[in-house]
């Protein structure tokens, strides 16, 4: 497996690092969680751990900054807090605060969609990965110009998506992308969550090298696959 790697920021330019920048938000927990882990480069596995004078901070439309926790998992050094709201139309300021002469990059920002709320399939169901198409079906909290991603995964499947264009409420997952996961030690029959994630983009700070700042909202139900 490719292992992760954490290096000191003093050797990083800020135009060097691509940030990962992610407001997410669900129909089942109060605010949203932000997450951002600033990748070296375009690369996947090796990550900037900032030195202590340094900063990431979230603000939510000009309110006091919430300072994001530093934390490290298997080499992965990510960033994280929780913001008190999930109102569409807010908008979210990501500030990376630089030390040690380099720049720092204060405005990435991106503006909560909309929410919803997932109405089909009901939580608790059991579905024939042979016989039967998942129709899922959401209600929106107001009108969004923002598609929808509905997804369902779990450890016996391979993850199956399909995207709903802005304005519709349905989509289905039919029944033959929904496939038993290959392999040794497979179950026959697992959890499943079935999600519906839409999803906004925001703008970067220009002093960054690439990366993305977005903003999700998703609702989901747990089933079971059978085969």
Same mark, same amino acid.
């Given at each position: 497996?490719?292992?992760?790697?954490?290096?000191?920021?003093?050797?990083?330019?800020?135009?060097?690092?691509?940030?990962?920048?992610?407001?997410?938000?669900?129909?089942?927990?109060?605010?949203?969680?932000?997450?951002?882990?600033?990748?070296?480069?375009?690369?996947?596995?090796?990550?900037?751990?900032?030195?202590?004078?340094?900063?990431?901070?979230?603000?939510?439309?000009?309110?006091?900054?919430?300072?994001?926790?530093?934390?490290?998992?298997?080499?992965?050094?990510?960033?994280?807090?929780?913001?008190?709201?999930?109102?569409?139309?807010?908008?979210?300021?990501?500030? #990376? /605060?630089?030390?040690?002469?380099? &720049?720092?990059?204060? *405005?990435? +920002? @991106? !503006?909560?969609?909309? $929410?919803? %709320?997932?109405?089909?399939?009901?939580?608790?169901?059991?579905?024939?990965?042979?016989?039967?198409?998942?129709?899922?079906?959401?209600?929106?909290?107001?009108?969004?110009?923002?598609? #929808? /991603?509905?997804?369902?995964?779990? &450890?016996?499947?391979? *993850?199956? +998506? @399909? !995207?709903?264009?802005? $304005?519709? %409420?349905?989509?289905?997952?039919?029944?033959?992308?929904?496939?038993?996961?290959?392999?040794?030690?497979?179950?026959?029959?697992?959890?499943?969550?079935?999600?519906?994630?839409?999803?906004?983009?925001?703008?970067?700070?220009?002093?960054?090298?690439?990366?993305?700042?977005?903003?999700?909202?998703?609702?989901?139900?747990?089933?079971?696959?059978?085969?």
């Amino acid at each position: 497996a490719t292992r992760c790697t954490s290096v000191d920021s003093a050797n990083i330019k800020t135009a060097g690092i691509n940030p990962s920048m992610h407001v997410a938000a669900s129909s089942d927990k109060e605010g949203s969680v932000v997450t951002v882990v600033l990748h070296v480069g375009d690369s996947l596995v090796t990550f900037v751990d900032l030195d202590s004078d340094e900063s990431v901070t979230a603000t939510v439309d000009g309110e006091d900054p919430v300072t994001l926790s530093e934390g490290n998992l298997l080499g992965l050094t990510q960033y994280a807090g929780s913001l008190d709201t999930k109102d569409a139309g807010k908008s979210v300021t990501v500030a #990376v /605060t630089r030390a040690n002469g380099n &720049d720092s990059a204060p *405005t990435s +920002t @991106v !503006t909560m969609t909309e $929410g919803l %709320t997932l109405t089909k399939p009901a939580a608790g169901g059991t579905v024939s990965r042979a016989a039967d198409d998942i129709v899922v079906e959401w209600t929106d909290t107001a009108p969004s110009q923002d598609g #929808v /991603t509905v997804e369902a995964a779990g &450890d016996c499947i391979d *993850t199956a +998506t @399909v !995207t709903a264009q802005p $304005g519709q %409420t349905t989509a289905t997952l039919s029944k033959d992308t929904l496939k038993k996961k290959q392999g040794d030690d497979v179950a026959d029959s697992c959890s499943i969550t079935v999600s519906a994630t839409r999803q906004r983009n925001g703008t970067l700070d220009a002093a960054f090298g690439g990366g993305s700042i977005f903003d999700t909202f998703s609702s989901s139900a747990q089933l079971t696959s059978n085969p």
